[in-house]
T-cell receptor, first 107, second 116 residues
Framework: GQQVMQIPQYQHVQEGEDFTTYCNSS?????IQWYKQRPGGHPVFLIQ?????EVKKQKRLTFQFGEAKKNSSLHITATQTTDVGTYFC???????FGAGTTVTVRA | DTGVSQNPRHKITKRGQNVTFRCDPI?????LYWYRQTLGQGPEFLTY????????KSRLLSDRFSAERPKGSFSTLEIQRTEQGDSAMYLC??????????????FGSGTQLSVL
């Protein structure tokens, strides 16, 4: 089974609004990665976080790794239609992907 | 285009038949992974190669599944005596220098298997 849990499973967002998706592990992770999969596509790497409490930004996306290295979050501001897709967190050391958060956007 | 090539893109087979999928990695990548993905789920790890060595295969779903990576270049995943439950997208991913848990992965477009 998957060792990292993601919530929510689905996120329906009004264009322009913000949202956050969360990734949780019962064990301490060496690092965590985030991927995005567009409908009909394959996962594409977004970012890797390694340090406790690390925060990285990519334009409207903010990624955070928890102090205990057991959880991570992805926050998207001012959602656009191009943000549609499924966002996965992955614990590469454990070869484990979460089930993903599927994002749909209402224009 | 990520540079990881998978063939075929689609495979339809009858239950009980054997199927083989191929993955050609980005040329300088020494790490190669196979995943299975079903609708609404994240990629499920199957097996991992570092160069030609298969370092992790305990999560292959059954003894009907096997993978090879001769000479550390392309890899094949074979499923023998296919069952309807094997229907899924089979993804290959590769990565550059580093061990199992380091560095980003580049995914291929996958092979969609349908077992009738």
């Amino acid at each position: 089974g998957q060792q990292v849990m993601q919530i929510p499973q689905y996120q329906h967002v009004q264009e322009g609004e913000d949202f956050t998706t969360y990734c949780n592990s019962s064990t301490t992770l060496s690092n965590i990665q985030w991927y995005k999969q567009r409908p009909g596509g394959h996962p594409v790497f977004l970012i890797q976080l390694v340090k406790s409490g690390e925060v990285k930004k990519q334009k409207r996306l903010t990624f955070q790794f928890g102090e205990a290295k057991k959880n991570s979050s992805l926050h998207i501001t001012a959602t656009q239609t191009t943000d549609v897709g499924t966002y996965f967190c992955a614990a590469p050391g454990e070869l484990s992907f979460g089930a993903g958060t599927t994002v749909t956007v209402r224009a | 285009d990520t540079g990881v090539s998978q063939n075929p893109r689609h495979k339809i087979t009858k239950r009980g038949q054997n199927v083989t999928f191929r993955c050609d990695p980005i040329s300088e990548h020494n790490r190669l992974y196979w995943y299975r993905q079903t609708l609404g789920q994240g990629p499920e790890f199957l097996t991992y190669f570092q160069n030609e060595a298969q370092l992790e295969k305990s999560r292959l779903l059954s003894d009907r599944f096997s993978a090879e990576r001769p000479k550390g270049s392309f890899s094949t995943l074979e499923i023998q005596r296919t069952e309807q439950g094997d229907s899924a997208m089979y993804l290959c991913a590769t990565g550059g220098e580093g061990g199992q848990g380091s560095g980003k992965l580049f995914f291929g477009s996958g092979t969609q298997l349908s077992v009738l």
